[in-house]
């Protein structure tokens, strides 16, 4: 008998139980899903952060409290050894770098009349713009002026306004930040989270204001701040303001081992992100891959059953010549059938559930080619590889055997 009339009769079989054809696909069809879901996620996610980091700008660097080792040990506890004349020294004595921004946040409710909510406050310099690549869509950003007189100005996000004046222009506005009035001077172009904070939904004064009539001073050598970010004359000259950076910022702190300072670049950053979202994705994948594992060994439970259903049929095919082989080769495109077919059902599924959640969430949707050949493979593999113990006890039951038991 040919493998195109195996084919036939196989599908046959499995169309006339229909239910339990069904119900055995489910367990296939349930891993291809979850698996190239959980990879779309994944995916997903990585270009989401990504997209962040890249729209830091080509040649940023960061400069953050504390040394490297003791943020990879988790230390809670963020020193205080940057401040604001460091952010000053930078850009008057680093030649490769073009602008620099000091940075410190904080939460506190900010008022307008009878409206209330919670926000980030995040005290900074005249440097953010060009650092940091934001706009101004109304109105101006505060200026070295108003940072070194403390005065009460405030630039809000595009959706801080929105929630707090409606359609009304915030420019002129009075608004109260933990009880102090600041008047608003400047509305944030729309940009979206940055680094972890919505910058859309923050509001942003003078570093000095902070300092003084906010959070108060808690380093003996200054304001200090939560990282400063630099942005350099060329990506080619990256590695040129690293290292002059650290040089200056070793004899300013007057180090003589051990930075107190750490310095990231937006590679650095990228590294890390992709290989963060890379370990979780296959943590995910392998999970999820555990269910195709079940469905398998479900596949498996099924045929078994169907070879001492079918006993009176598989003897009467040996006793008018059917081989060994032929009856192996059905069992085995039943098992493939079943496990390939859960897996394209399965792929559509889990395409689908990608496309959901990118409509649901800021993550872009991220469905792998590879992925899916992969998934739909490995799934009618393992049909072959669990359909070849009950297509083998088929194979080899003894015709008068099986006639005399039906």
């Not at 400047?186 to 979206?192: I, N, S």
């Not at 004899?251 to 003589?256: A, D, G, Q």
């Not at 594992?293 to 059917?322: D, Y």
């Not at 072959?384 to 038991?405: E, M, N, T």
């Amino acid at each position: 008998m040919d493998f195109a009339e195996s084919l036939r009769m196989a599908t046959r079989t499995l169309s006339a139980n229909k239910l339990r054809s069904g119900l055995t696909m489910l367990g296939i069809i349930i891993g291809n899903a979850s698996v190239i879901a959980m990879i779309g996620i994944g995916e997903g996610a990585q270009k989401y952060v990504n997209g962040q980091l890249q729209s830091l700008g080509p040649n940023v660097l960061f400069i953050v409290p504390g040394n490297r080792e003791a943020r990879q040990l988790g230390d809670l506890d963020t020193p205080r050894t940057l401040v604001v004349a460091d952010a000053e020294a930078i850009a008057t004595q680093v030649p490769s770098v073009t602008a620099v921004a000091a940075e410190k946040t904080t939460q506190g409710i900010v008022s307008y009349r009878n409206r209330n909510t919670s926000s980030s406050i995040v005290g900074t310099t005249e440097g953010f713009l060009p650092v940091r690549s934001f706009e101004v869509a109304q109105g101006r950003f505060f200026n070295d002026l108003d940072q070194r007189s403390n005065r009460l100005v405030a630039v809000i996000g595009d959706t801080l306004a929105d929630r707090l004046f409606d359609d009304q222009s915030p420019l002129g506005k009075q608004i109260r930040i933990k009880g102090i009035t600041f008047e608003i001077v400047g509305v944030l172009e729309r940009k979206g989270s940055n680094l972890g904070l919505d910058y859309d939904d923050a509001v942003m004064i003078p570093i000095t204001t902070l300092a003084s009539r906010i959070v108060g001073r808690t380093s003996p050598y200054g304001i200090d701040v939560s990282f400063i970010s630099v942005s350099a004359n060329d990506p080619d000259v990256m590695e040129t303001a690293e290292f002059q950076i650290t040089n200056l910022l070793r004899l300013r702190h007057r180090i003589t081992e051990g930075d107190d300072f750490s310095i990231s670049s937006q590679d650095t950053l990228l590294d890390i992100a992709n290989t963060v979202t890379g370990a979780l994705t296959l943590m995910l994948a392998a999970i999820a891959s555990i269910s195709l594992f079940v469905g398998g060994i479900g596949i498996m439970n099924i045929m078994l059953v169907s070879v001492r259903e079918r006993t009176q049929e598989i003897g009467l095919r040996k006793a008018i010549g059917a081989t060994q082989k032929d009856i192996l080769t059905q069992f085995l495109i039943e098992a493939v059938i079943l496990s390939a077919l859960g897996g394209l059902v399965g792929t559509g599924l889990g395409v689908s559930g990608i496309f959901i959640i990118a409509a649901l969430s800021p993550f872009e949707a991220g469905v792998s080619l590879s992925a899916v050949v992969v998934a739909v493979g490995v799934s009618g593999s393992i049909g072959l590889f669990f359909g070849v113990v009950p297509a083998r006890q088929a194979a080899k039951l003894d015709p008068i055997v099986a006639l005399r038991s039906a």
